[in-house]
Every structure is written in C-alpha cells, then in structure tokens.
C-alpha cells in the first residue's frame, strides 16, 4: 500500500516536497514512480526512480525542477519540487512497478493535490 502526501497550495517560483510512504516491502527490483492528473487532462509522467541502485529518469518538463529520490530505511520516495510553474497544477500519485523499467505499475497511491498559483 503506497501513502502519498505533501501537498498543498504553493505560488509560482516556490517549493514542494511530495513523500511517498509504502505500508509493506518494496523489493529490489521495484520502480516507484510519480505521475499527475491535471482537471480535464489525462494522466502523465513526471519521474521514476529504482529501488536498488536509484537510477532516475524524467519527464522533459520537470527535467532540472524536479528530484526523486528514495529513503530505504523508512520505505519512502520523495519528490522535491523547485520553481514551481502553474502549469504543475495536478494531483500527484506515486505508484509501484515489480520490475525495472517498468513494464506496468501494479500499486497506486491515493493521489495528493498540488496548486499552484500565479
């Protein structure tokens, strides 16, 4: 089970930090990733990280803005968001993929809602 949160109001320009909290184990071969859901826009990508050596990869408009990085010891995946833009407006969801890279992601987050405002 994957606890996401962090959330929140924040202008344009400032900063967010997104946690991603699993209830059970994740295995070394696990992907945790984040994506978004803006209103009236269909799901998207935003970044990926692997659980056992880390490697990252992003979305190109998050690219430089973005980091997610892992914390093993407390099963969390973070992502730090800097220079938020408007457009970054969305509810964020982390999820679980059983392989790296991941062909599908098996388990999902509640969703955290992130405003940013001009």
């Known amino acids: 089970q994957l606890q996401a949160s962090g959330g929140g109001l924040v202008q344009a320009g400032g900063s967010l930090r997104l946690s991603c909290a699993a209830s059970g184990r994740i295995f070394n071969t696990y992907s945790v990733g984040w994506f978004r859901q803006a209103p009236g826009k269909e799901r998207e990508f935003v970044a990926r990280?692997?659980?056992?050596?880390?490697?990252?990869y992003y979305a190109n408009y998050v690219k430089g803005r973005f980091t997610i990085s892992r914390d093993g010891a407390k099963n969390t995946v973070y992502l730090q968001m800097n220079s938020l833009k408007p457009e970054d407006t969305a509810v964020y969801y982390c999820a679980a993929a059983r392989t790296t890279p991941p062909g599908e992601y098996n388990y999902w987050g509640q969703g955290t809602l992130v405003t940013v405002s001009s």
């Open positions: 990280i692997s659980w056992s050596i880390g490697s990252t």
